[in-house]
């Protein structure tokens, strides 16, 4: 029997590499957007069909996707935390996401899975929130909250229009091939180097585990349907504790207060005046690691299967690779 086909944006990337193993240890085959400049040797190695193209692109779009394909899977998406990039952030995360939906319906794509983010809900006050809490992302002054959020709306008028898609909402996503995310503590642990821990708490999810959420989506996942993906609820403390103890290095016994590090991004954000280059802490950043978002994943456990990991799993797992790249070398 044929294998059914996957067609992936975002492919080069920490998740979408997560998913492309998914998909192909469930004998998927594999198409895989990438830019002209990025680095498909990990693809390549794995056996995926490239395609070149870009979100900004619609043509290059519908060359790129396999007519009738079994499902398109949109995992591409700006998730910068910097005011200055919010303008190529919203032709990313929305224009370009309108731009794969439009393809998708031309090629006559079977089933679209979209990776949103559980940011689109923005600040809520009633923990832990689900599918059911109103989406305050679009009024947020975080334009990735926002654009997500918007991103969401162009799936959905894609669906009014006859698209078959789902929505996947991750929260903090912890796992391999990822460098400057969640794990990117690990090694600022591991050199000693990590600047303070913030005050805020969140949920976390093993990369592997969303990845096969989004392989179980195809079949599973009801149409225009919200997943929440969550799964271990921790403090950063907790984080960088543990993360400190899988090392074998000492960390910080208490977070930094909110006070001290709204002086440091003030302070980052006047050097970048000079210097051009990103602060080290944004104003977004602030607001996104001192405040708590935690989310309840019932609905996904129940209708994708999927996996909640604990905490000290994922953070093993993300370590493991960082140790056998090279990246970081245990205590």
């Not at 190695?45 to 396999?66: F, N, Y």
């Not at 000290?312 to 370590?319: C, V, Y």
């Amino acid at each position: 029997m044929p294998s059914r086909i996957a067609f992936v944006t975002g492919a080069t990337g920490f998740l979408g590499l997560n998913l492309v193993d998914a998909l192909l240890e469930s004998d998927w085959h594999v198409v895989a957007l990438h830019r002209k400049t990025s680095n498909v040797a990990p693809l390549r190695a794995r056996g995926a069909d490239l395609a070149e193209g870009t979100l900004d692109d619609r043509p290059s779009l519908e060359h790129a996707i396999p007519e009738h394909c079994d499902a398109v899977f949109h995992v591409a998406g700006n998730i910068s935390l910097w005011s200055k990039n919010d303008a190529q952030q919203t032709k990313d995360n929305v224009d370009g996401t309108r731009n794969v939906c439009n393809a998708a319906i031309v090629k006559k794509a079977k089933r679209f899975v979209h990776t949103s983010t559980v940011a689109v809900w923005g600040v809520q006050h009633q923990l832990p929130y689900d599918e059911s809490s109103p989406q305050r992302g679009v009024d947020s002054h975080i334009n990735y909250q926002r654009s997500k959020h918007l991103g969401e709306l162009e799936v959905r008028k894609a669906i009014e229009r006859g698209l078959d898609a789902v929505i996947l909402n991750p929260a903090h996503i912890v796992g391999r091939y990822d460098t400057e995310g969640w794990s990117k503590s690990i090694r600022l642990v591991a050199e000693g180097k990590l600047p303070g821990i913030p005050p805020g708490k969140g949920s976390f999810c093993d990369a592997g585990a969303v990845a096969r959420a989004h392989v179980a989506a195809v079949d599973r996942g009801r149409t225009g349907e919200n997943y929440i993906l969550g799964g271990a609820d921790a403090t950063y403390l907790e984080l960088v504790t543990t993360i400190g103890e899988l090392l074998g290095k000492k960390v910080g016994k208490s977070a930094v207060p909110l006070w001290a590090i709204t002086l440091l991004s003030g302070v980052t954000r006047f050097g970048s005046v000079f210097t051009g280059r990103q602060p080290a802490v944004t104003r977004e950043m602030v607001a996104g690691l001192t405040h708590h978002e935690i989310v309840n994943c019932e609905k996904a456990v129940r209708e994708l299967g999927f996996e909640r990991v604990p905490l000290g799993t994922m953070l093993e797992t993300a370590l493991a690779w960082q140790v056998e790249e090279g990246i970081v070398k245990r205590g």
